[in-house]
């Protein structure tokens, strides 16, 4: 039989030993409790509107027999412009000064573009394009927050940035008729990948319902910048039949990159290959105006 040597620990120990793991365990529910009255839940939402829109433009042409008019209007294309949805955790470092992590989806709004041609020389060829675009992003924002000490009416200041992922998204439908034959065409491009970057800055007023609940209203600015990697045809339909796999790589997929070399040597390029383009940067930048609940996690 094996012989356990330990030597049992003495009660004088043992108690010492309970003791300190008692007065840790105390500490540690201290502290615990001391930062859970520190943090609290942020749920907002709001309408933000884009405050450097791209330019589009709408054209309506007619061709006759001994001219051609066309008439072309401009219409802003506000990427950044939508409602905003969000929620974000935060800690009080003391009164005045706190830190929190808000994370946000924007559902742009859609605008359409236009683009109508008639030809009463060419069999009365008519065709019509509608572009659809809008903007499906997400956004994380760590910020720091300097407010006064006031109760009831508290007003604050916050400064952040502003990291984002989604895409912008481009819906075709074009119909066309030539002697009285008709057809319809519908396309979809997303154009997403890599980061969008920026900052934002925020003034708000708090108001305390009690101790545990507020409520909020904020105006902030962001300056937004996404610079996506590829664009690429997702759906393509014509007259509701399904020619997607009809479409080449080179034909679908577009890769964007700061600098590319495009050697013209008179032979057909690779279709398995992705066209190349030079990066566009599509504005994202707002003004946000939104309220939300606060809620804060002491017990």
């Known amino acids: 039989m094996i012989k356990n040597n330990k030597q049992p620990v003495p009660p004088t120990n043992f108690n010492k030993n309970f003791k300190s793991i008692i007065l840790c365990g105390i500490l540690i529910l201290a502290s615990s409790k001391l930062y859970t009255q520190n943090v609290y ?29 066309t008439t072309t209007t401009s219409k802003n294309i506000g990427l950044g412009t939508g409602l905003n949805f969000g929620a974000a955790i935060g800690y009080d470092f003391s009164e005045n000064i706190s830190t929190e992590i808000g994370v946000n989806y924007l559902l742009g709004n859609k605008y359409e573009l236009t683009d109508e041609s008639t030809n009463l020389n060419m069999n009365n060829t008519y065709n019509n394009s509608i572009s659809t675009i809008y903007s499906r992003m997400l956004f994380i924002n760590p910020s720091f927050i300097l407010k006064s000490s006031a109760t009831k009416l508290n007003p604050y200041m916050r400064l952040g ?3 984002g992922i989604g895409s912008v998204r481009s819906e075709n439908t074009t119909e066309s008729s030539m002697n009285n034959i008709s057809s319809k065409e519908y396309t979809k491009f997303i154009t997403n990948g890599g980061l969008a970057w920026g900052a934002n800055g925020a003034i708000g007023v708090v108001h305390e319902l009690n101790q545990q609940i507020s409520i909020y209203a904020e105006a902030s600015i962001q300056s937004i910048n996404y610079k996506p990697k590829k664009s690429e045809l997702v759906e393509a339909e014509l007259n509701g039949n399904d020619i997607l796999n009809t479409y080449s790589n080179r034909e679908k997929i577009t890769e964007f990159s700061d600098k590319y070399t495009r050697v013209d040597s008179g032979n057909i390029p690779n279709p398995n290959q992705a066209k190349e383009s030079a990066r566009i940067n599509l504005p994202l930048s707002n003004l946000l105006l939104q309220i939300g609940l606060k ?5």
Request: aromatic share 8%.
């Open 41 to 69: 839940l942020k749920f907002q939402t709001g309408y933000q509107i884009s405050s450097n829109p791209s330019s589009g433009q709408n054209t309506v042409s007619n061709t006759s027999s001994t001219f051609t008019t």
């Open 295 to 299: 809620i804060s996690l002491n017990k």
């Open 161 to 163: 940035i502003v990291m």
